[in-house]
DNA sequence: AGCACGCCGACT
DNA sequence: GTCGGCGTGCTC
């Protein structure tokens, strides 16, 4: 038998399978999915099979044999091993970076090169050996095996002397590839089955054996398995008293493989189902029968803030794994909170199992388990979760769809909802996307014009629509705020006159308001007042930003730190001005206009700690603060009863960037944060302050028109042939020197419209724009140069780029060039 | 990507 | 004459 495997070399000459053959006692281990320690060259790495033939095609003496098997049981489906070349193909990223994508991070292989003494004689050679030689010898020999690395370090003045003795077989390496994860075990302590022989010897026991005696009855009333740490917390002993019982045989100490269930501490309130409004329930019904149909389809759920998308969300669930199939549910990491995971574990209770990026490597990896023993039938996480190892889905939830974080900016640079889909034409599931402010390349798939180019690849999407809020209270007034008029009227500060009166009437009411301030247009940087020196970054085209917690000043890309200035290093002034974030300076003033107000802020800064970003709204939630101020990540989240007025203040910071979808961004960020007052008896306010009030995403958010704002968005795109009706590929190559850089990209310019022309009768037509400075146009003393391809979106140009990119292959080689490939991009950097 | 093999400059 | 520089090419 041999097996196809992808190595993990993530290179272009390496990017395809190599044959090995399976010795026979690995039969067994050996399957399609199956992680395997092979060796590659002079090397042993890390493979993942992906294919299993009787025979080869190679010169059966050329073929080696696998070294290691590393699985039980595959980490991967046969079907996610093909979903990961569709991936490869498409996003053009490494067979195996995809693969890698998909397994838990506890997975990811380590190489560790130990080495030992070779066995005297071996050699055949009188040991001729240099002076300090026999010592590093005996050294290796006292300790059996040392790894590699550690050894190199502890005779760090004779590295050589260590190579010598490898190269003359003295010692000999052990290559090993091993991953993160050694299933964590805990000592746990077993009773007999029968209890009553329990009592039998608590009779036995010697009178002043008082601590043997309560282990035992602590048995006798709960004969489970215990945790030894537990057993010993609980009872307060020492391991000496259960030690002793153990070696009386009437207790058995095992080593058990421990689960870790992060949740398990906390309980569920079990839920119902609850009754479903007449639209609900025609949205769920849609949905029932598709997925009762087995067939792909895709929807597009949009519902306004408020109208009960999880309740349809649950029951769809519900009717999936009633049909006996799995269920997987895409929420943004910010928004996957315990409250989120509650309504989830609530009506499916154990049933759930969570995947979110503060978990710790082992807590994700038993989650993964989970879902790979098919302990679970649903799985809530963010991005990643897509790549749940189930094997019967039935439904795929993506909620919030137009969110930019299920684009992954790493490679491989996937988008979850295309994952989504790819999955669900496998599985024959359904896949919903929701959202209030839904994107427009998912709207443009629901028209008529999409429908009639879409494929088996790029299907339609049905929309499905929950227009009124169930509790049917009106979505809040928005009034905008011309920030000119303020100026003019004198007013410097960031409040309007009109906001400022609303936060007072709140403060006298006792209510509370969310103030939202993108973080865009107020990043934090340092500037001198007297000559307008801006500290940037030596090594990168950006300024430095300044944190407050360390009283320094660092980049945010390459990780260069410095004192903050004292000095202004340009003209000597000593007017030098720290801007903290925008967040922090509406905090100071805040504090000025209304004293003794009290504020929770959150951003980047006040949240970097595991759960604080809950602790604040948590806190705010019991009204122990009368604002909550903060970036995008206050936009999000729970239901506030008491907050009644909501300020965004500067609602076009985002307008003002170069992407095209900067009225998007802005639109979908104020309808989100509007959605947040006067969600419950109290009815609500929101106040937009802007210095381009009659911009249309602002006009359209203020009026609750989604539909308003696409159609104009969807013209304006359709004009600059901007996505949805274009696709975009953006390249971007990386050089110390511009001139190789710019070479290079003219280079890749050139041979790109040369293969569109040469396949111009087969329909291909795109447009290069560039080479041209990128946005950063300096990382880490590297330049960065950007080729931005726009095609129609129903051409598969994947290979032409492909073929494109190649001509750079010599220069990457050679000379250090990094292209990066970016297909359907959601930053333009 | 690594790592070995191989062919030219400045050292004992 | 040799040590080591990194260009070139391969890995089942
Ligand atoms: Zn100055
Ligand atoms: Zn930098």
Request: net charge neutral; aromatic share 6%; with cysteine.
């Amino acid at each position: 038998m041999y097996a196809k495997v992808i190595v993990d070399v993530p290179a272009r000459p390496t990017n395809r399978a190599f044959d090995y053959s399976i010795p026979e006692h690995m039969r067994e281990l050996v399957a399609v999915g199956s992680r395997v320690g092979v060796p590659f060259g002079p090397r042993t790495v890390q493979g993942f099979v992906v294919e299993l033939h009787p025979g080869t095609q190679l010169d059966p003496s050329k073929v080696k044999p696998i070294k290691t098997a590393m699985d039980l049981q595959p980490p991967l489906t046969e079907e996610l091993v093909k979903l990961a070349s569709w991936i490869s193909r498409t996003y053009l990223c490494h067979e195996v970076t995809a693969l890698q994508a998909m397994i838990p991070g506890a997975l990811k292989a380590k190489y560790e090169r130990h080495v030992k003494a070779a066995e005297p004689g071996a050699s055949g050679l009188l040991p001729l050996l240099l002076p300090g030689q026999e010592e590093i010898l005996a050294y290796v020999r006292r300790q059996e095996t040392v790894e590699l690395q550690s050894l190199m370090d502890k005779f760090a003045d004779d590295a050589g002397l260590v190579k010598g003795l490898l190269d003359e077989g003295f010692l000999v390496e052990i290559q090993m590839v091993k991953d993160r994860m050694s299933a964590k075990k805990a000592l746990t302590v077993f009773a007999p089955e029968d209890p009553s022989q329990l009592e039998a010897w608590l009779g036995e026991l010697p009178a002043k054996a008082a601590k043997q005696r309560e282990v035992l009855e602590h048995f006798i009333r709960q004969p489970e398995p215990m945790k030894l740490t537990d057993l010993l917390t609980e009872l307060n002993l020492s391991a000496g008293s259960v030690k002793a019982l153990a070696d009386r045989g009437w207790l058995r100490i095992e080593e058990v493989e421990v689960q870790r269930d992060p949740y398990a501490s906390r309980s569920f309130k079990p839920t119902s189902p609850l009754p479903l409004t007449p639209e609900q329930a025609g949205v769920y019904e849609r949905i029932r029968d598709a997925v009762l149909s087995e067939r792909q389809r895709v929807f597009l759920l949009h519902g306004v803030t408020g109208s009960g998308k999880t309740e349809v969300y649950l029951q769809s669930i519900q009717t999936c794994l009633d049909q006996g199939r799995e269920a997987i549910v895409l929420v943004p990491e910010i928004a996957l909170t315990p409250q989120m995971v509650e309504r989830f574990k609530g009506r499916f209770g154990n049933r759930v199992a969570v995947l979110h990026s503060r978990l710790s490597h082992g807590e994700r990896y038993d989650e993964w388990r989970k879902i790979a023993r098919r302990e679970v039938s649903v799985v809530i996480g963010a991005r990643s979760a897509i790549f749940a190892p189930f094997t019967k889905i039935g439904l795929i939830i993506i909620d919030e769809e137009h969110e930019t974080t299920y684009k992954q900016e790493e490679s491989p640079k996937y988008h979850a909802r295309d994952v989504a889909i790819a999955r669900a034409a496998e599985h024959g599931a359904s896949v919903i996307l929701g959202s209030a402010t839904p994107s427009l390349e998912s709207m443009y798939r629901t028209t008529n014009e999409a429908a009639a180019a879409a494929t088996p690849e790029r299907p339609a999407f049905e929309l499905l629509s929950m227009p009124s809020r169930v509790e049917g209270r009106p979505l809040p007034p928005v009034r905008i705020i011309d920030m000119r008029e303020e100026l003019k009227n004198g007013n410097r500060s960031m409040f309007s006159r009109d906001l400022y009166k609303a936060i007072e009437e709140r403060l006298h009411k006792k209510e509370q308001i969310v103030l939202l301030l993108n973080r865009r247009g107020y990043a934090t940087f340092v500037m001198c007042r007297t000559c307008g020196y801006v500290a940037d970054c030596p090594h990168c085209d950006i300024s430095l930003t300044y944190h407050q917690s360390s009283r320094a000043i660092r980049c945010h890309y390459c990780g260069y730190a410095e004192r903050e200035l004292s000095l202004c290093p340009d003209c000597g002034s000593e007017h030098i001005r720290h801007f903290g974030t925008g967040t922090q300076r509406v905090e100071e003033e805040l504090a000025k206009l209304f004293p003794g107000i009290r504020v929770i802020r959150m951003d980047v800064d006040t949240t970097t700690e595991k759960g604080s970003h809950e602790k604040w709204l948590t806190m705010f939630g019991n009204r122990q603060a009368d604002v909550l101020l903060g970036t995008q990540m206050v936009a999000k989240g729970l239901d506030f009863p008491y907050v009644t007025l909501v300020g965004a203040l500067a609602a076009d910071s985002v307008l003002n960037l170069p992407d095209f979808r900067a009225a998007e961004r802005t639109f979908q960020l104020l309808t989100q944060v509007a959605g947040r007052a006067g969600r419950h008896q109290l009815p609500g306010e929101v106040y937009v302050q802007t210095y381009t009030p009659e911009h249309y995403s602002i006009v359209s958010a203020s009026r609750h028109d989604y539909m308003g704002f696409m159609r104009k968005e969807m013209m304006m795109r359709r004009l600059h042939n901007y996505p949805p009706f274009h696709r975009l590929v953006l390249i971007t190559l990386s050089h110390e020197q511009v001139q190789l850089l710019i070479r290079s990209g003219e280079v890749l310019a050139a041979r790109l419209k040369e293969l569109a022309e040469d396949r111009r009768d087969q329909g291909v037509e795109l447009e290069v724009l560039g080479p041209v400075a990128s946005p950063i146009s300096r990382i880490k003393d590297r330049y960065r140069f950007q080729c931005m391809i726009k095609y129609r979106g129903d051409q598969d140009i994947a290979q032409i780029v492909e073929q494109a990119a190649s001509v750079l292959e010599d220069a990457v080689k050679t000379q250090k060039l990094t292209v990066s490939i970016d297909v359907d991009p959601q930053l333009l950097m």
